[in-house]
């Protein structure tokens, strides 16, 4: 009975050192960190538990889990309150190397590290950032966070001034100088099987300050993923009216549209109304859609679309799509046991 109680009383305490966030870094209150017996993670944690690198492995698949956390409104500085928590998607490449692109906001590190570990993760070969904002950094940056928790490879971010040292704030005991990676569109890298280019931003966009939401959103790092016949694109927070649009142009120009076109898509800026436009969906034209971290895709964005089968983790929860190098793709989601194959 005295270990219920205290259980309920840590949770209690768990849940409202969470919820009266007042600004954009708040303060942590570290759970209990047994994770067979804290309801905190039972209710919130992601509910596969498996060694997710032998999984890949032995199917020689690529194996996506875009992470969310319990839905907590938060205020920001302004007064306004929103639901949303930002973006990160866990990435196994089927040499079993590991890929976390961006980490969510700070109130979630804790599920976060809980999460990979459920998944057998000890390692974080690369951990992207796609841009500098808290609900992407967070996760990573914040004491007991990804950086603090696990040995991490290499650490790669756009390689643009985004008014963010990500070298000093993003320092882990495994890392070495040389282990911080600016990219920029036209760069390449290969892990395995698996190739990814960078698409965005421009080599025009080096030697200038952004600072400006709207500016370091248009700045983030969109990254295309190939593995045989599949392919994958993130795209971060890039806005309909800027990025989108430019990047469309541009590769329309150099005749190289095709490095758009993909069967996965990470939807740009969370699947909000300022992203997701015809001008770049068309070109992308994706089998599945990803929209992660945000309250609700709403219709107008969702009709867009079309006959792709767009996924909101705001209402699926966890999300895990397996990809075996064809076109073809399954996923799970974690609420409802949803389920599908595409």
Excluded at 118 to 123: A, Q, S, V, Y
Aim: proline share 4%; aromatic share 10%.
């Amino acid at each position: 009975m005295k270990k219920s109680i205290r259980y309920i009383l840590i949770t209690v305490f768990l849940l409202v050192s969470l919820c009266s966030c007042t600004g954009p870094t708040p303060v942590l209150t570290e759970p209990e960190p047994t994770e067979t017996e804290n309801p905190y993670f039972t209710e919130n944690a992601i509910p596969w538990k498996y060694d997710a690198r032998a999984k890949a492995m032995e199917a020689g698949t690529m194996e996506y889990y875009f992470m969310y956390s319990d839905d907590v409104t938060y205020v920001r500085t302004n007064g306004s309150k929103s639901h949303k928590w930002g973006d990160s998607c866990l990435i196994i490449f089927p040499n079993g190397e590991t890929m976390l692109i961006d980490s969510g906001r700070p109130e979630y590190c804790y599920i976060l590290s809980e999460n990979l570990r459920r998944l057998g993760i000890t390692k974080i070969d690369y951990l992207m950032f796609s841009h500098s904002h808290i609900d992407h950094v967070g996760g990573a940056v914040s004491v007991g966070g990804v950086l603090d928790e696990f040995e991490i490879g290499k650490v790669y971010y756009p390689a643009v001034d985004q008014d963010y040292d990500y070298k000093i704030q993003c320092r882990a005991d495994s890392l070495e100088s040389e282990d911080y990676e600016p990219l920029i569109a036209g760069d390449t890298r290969t892990f395995g099987d698996v190739t990814m280019t960078v698409l965005w931003p421009m080599s025009a966009h080096q030697g200038q300050t952004f600072s400006d939401t709207d500016d370091v959103n248009n700045t983030s790092l969109v990254v295309r993923l190939e593995y045989k016949d599949h392919s994958a694109l993130f795209t971060g927070d890039i806005y309909i009216n800027f990025a989108e649009k430019q990047m469309v142009e541009h590769y329309t120009q150099q005749g190289k549209l095709n490095l758009l076109d993909v069967d996965i898509l990470k939807a740009p800026h969370h699947g909000s109304s300022t992203s997701s436009g015809g001008v770049l969906l068309n070109a992308v034209s994706p089998t599945l859609a990803i929209a992660t971290g945000y309250e609700k895709v709403g219709d107008t964005v969702r009709s867009r679309y079309g006959d792709c089968t767009l996924i909101n983790d705001r209402e699926c929860g966890y999300i895990h799509v397996t990809a075996d190098g064809t076109d073809a793709l399954t996923y799970e989601c974690s609420l409802y046991n949803i389920r599908g194959a595409i």
